[in-house]
């Protein structure tokens, strides 16, 4: 990477702390790993909000990952019910529990290997839970974070294995958790899919896909 663009990428990171801070929030509503873990198999392909509330009532019914894999996977889609793909995310959470009671002693693993090894959890769902609670350095690449990634210049990627490795490479680790949840704020607020408000970004100087002349 060339010096010119070590400090670009450094400018864009210095703005969106400026602009998001450093603390890095989880949106999720959960208090353990576990809960965790069942929110971000659930937040599949749809909001956090809406994860927020199926998830009090589940964990009210199933506290715990022994609850929750002795459950009737009817029981669980009846609670889910609102969530896009509710009865393959109901069998999965109900899988994924039972296999961290049996194999894990009901903790949930710290590994990438064995975190994808559970039922409905990919590498990005793995990556929230490395960053997000065990601290260690991640890249979760959603589709925010794919497509602003991409008009930032930082990858010309599309599949998300092929960004994370593009992001590894130019981003330093102590960035890593943080871009995500940093993305996702300039994608809900400024970069919109549809409607980009390039005039108003705090990047548009020095993003190559700013739509401003």
Partial sequence: MRMMEKDRVAEILCRLDEQYGTEKICYLDHETPWQLLIAVILSAQCTDARVNTVTGPLFERYPRPEDLAGADVSDVEEIIHPLGFFR????NIVLCSRKIVSEYGGEVPKTLEELTSL????????????????DEPSIVVDTHVKRISKKLGLTKETEPEKVEQDLMKVLPKDHWILYNIQIITLGRQLCVARRPKCGECFLKD????CEVM
Avoid at 88 to 91: E, F, G, I, P
Avoid at 125 to 132: F, Q, R
Avoid at 206 to 209: D, G, L, M, W
């Fill in 88 to 91: 393959s995310k109901a069998r």
């Fill in 119 to 134: 039922a409905g959890v990919g590498r990005k769902t793995a990556n929230v839970i490395l960053g997000n609670i065990y």
């Fill in 206 to 209: 020095i993003c190559p896909s």
